[in-house]
Every structure is written in C-alpha cells, then in structure tokens.
C-alpha cells in the first residue's frame, strides 16, 4: 500500500448501478467515521447481462476514477464485476481491492451445518460459477447449489418487496431449494437485501441469509484495522454519491435501498 494514504482519505465504493447503495449502508452502519464516495454506473447497467471483456473494461475505468478522489480502498459492490474483474483491478490500483465473493462465500461456510448453501443472484454472477468456485477453493466437501433469480433486481427497484406478486415470483424461483435442504442462502446481488423478509417467508426461518454487501463491510473494516488506515475522527464521514446517468425515479429507489435520504449526488462523465 501508498504511504501516502492518510486514514482521512475515502473509501471508495462502485456499483452497476444502485443496488450497491446496500452495501453502502453496510458500510455507514458498521464504520460510521469513515468518508465514503460511492458511485453507480447507471448510464450502462447491468452489468449482469455485458461480456465479460466489458465488465472488466468498465470496472477499471471506475477504479482511475476512484483512485483520482485518493481513496484508501476500492470497495467492488457488483457482484458480477466481484466474479470477473478483481485480478484486473488489483493490477491497477495502488490500494488495497475489496470484492464481496470472497466474503459471502466465507461466511456461508462458516454458518452452514449440513454442508448445503445455496447461492442466488444475477444470470452474469450465476454463469461465472464464482460463488461455487470460492467456497470450493475453502471447503471441497461442500454442496453448492445455484440459482439465477433476474426478476427479484425489478421488484426491488419497483418497491415491490413485501407484495403477493413479490411471494409468487420467490415461490417460483427458491421452491428447488427446500428439496435440496439447504441451510444457508447466500444473496450474490446487491439487491436482494431488500427482499430478505418476502425471501424468508418463502423458505422459513431456519433457513439462514447471507448479505454478501455486509459481510463485504465487515472485510473492510479488518482490513482498514490491519493497514492501520481506520479514520480516527470521532465525527460521522462526509458521504458523496457519484451516477454517471439520473434513472426515473433514481431518488426514491436510492433512498429505498440506502435506508435515509442522498444529498450529494453528482452526475459525472468517465
């Protein structure tokens, strides 16, 4: 790492889109004196569906971006730019890079007690196999089932989280999971945080959910902690939000995902 990162710096944050506005709220919930700059990439969402060529093409010129606000970290909230473009990114950036594969996976084997997780999330995270491929590099003996579930990205930016279409559609797609008795589920998209409740109604409580966004800030904070780069200020971090396009309705879906309301939101060209 740069000497010349001072634990005031930001951390920086990236995305597709919004969706990673959760694990931006991860991040404010677990490290409340840290700066924080997040920025969606709205203008060319999602990411899910791109080659991986240009997901990798995309996430290297957020990270220049990054890295020119001097942030101390680069946080990859994407998990399908998480399954493709981290070795790219780490070649790039003079600062340490934080996926959230890695930490997701770790944690559904840490939680699980019967060895079978299942992992749902976009068709790009999904193809990749990068969830199965992580757990499998910890633990061999574990048995990874997965599951593309694209309409849950729509219900979630549509607020339609807690609704009977919601319970039909998470009906439809996780049914497979209860005859494979798994344990532990893991959420390999940013937005499936905001499905949690319909998502546990589904598959009952003894079903553990795993928020990759979350354990991600977890990583963060021991990460910072070892560096010794944790912001010593007693004062809550500024936030700035960056889009490189306003969608309809951007600022009732960001609240929505972000749990309070966004002030500093510029729209910037990469």
């Known amino acids: 790492m740069k000497k010349n990162k001072s634990p005031r710096s930001p951390v920086g944050v990236f995305d597709s889109g919004i969706g990673g506005l959760t694990v931006a709220k991860s991040l404010f919930e677990i490290l409340p004196n840290e700066n924080i700059i997040y920025l969606g990439d709205t203008a060319r969402l999602p990411y899910g569906t791109k080659s991986k060529e240009t997901v990798i093409r995309y996430s290297v010129e957020i990270t220049k971006f990054l890295l020119n606000k001097n942030v101390k970290m680069v946080v990859v909230a994407c998990n399908t730019a998480s399954s493709v473009a981290l070795q790219y990114l780490r070649k790039v950036s003079s600062v340490p890079v934080v996926g959230v594969i890695k930490p997701g996976s770790r944690a559904a084997i840490a939680l699980t007690k019967n060895c079978n997780i299942g992992v749902i999330g976009t068709l790009g995270t999904i193809q990749s196999f990068a969830y199965k491929t992580q757990i499998h590099k910890y633990e061999r003996d574990m048995n990874v089932f ?11 930016e549509d607020g339609w989280t807690d609704n009977k279409i919601a319970e039909l559609i998470a009906e439809e797609y996780l049914n497979e999971f209860k005859k494979l008795k798994i344990d532990t589920l893991i959420l390999g998209c940013t937005h499936y945080p905001i499905l949690k409740n319909t998502i546990t109604k589904v598959l009952g409580k003894k079903i553990q959910l795993i928020d990759s966004g979350e354990e991600a800030a977890k990583e963060v904070k021991r990460l910072l902690e070892q560096h010794h780069i944790l912001n010593p200020q007693k004062r809550p971090g500024r936030h700035k939000f960056y889009v490189t396009d306003f969608q309809k309705k951007f600022k009732e879906i960001s609240e929505r995902f972000l749990g309070q309301p966004i002030h500093d939101v510029k729209k910037v060209k990469l």
Do not use: D, E, G, H
Not at 146 to 156: E, N, R, W
């Open 146 to 156: 997965s599951k593309a579930c694209s309409l849950f990205v729509q219900l979630a």
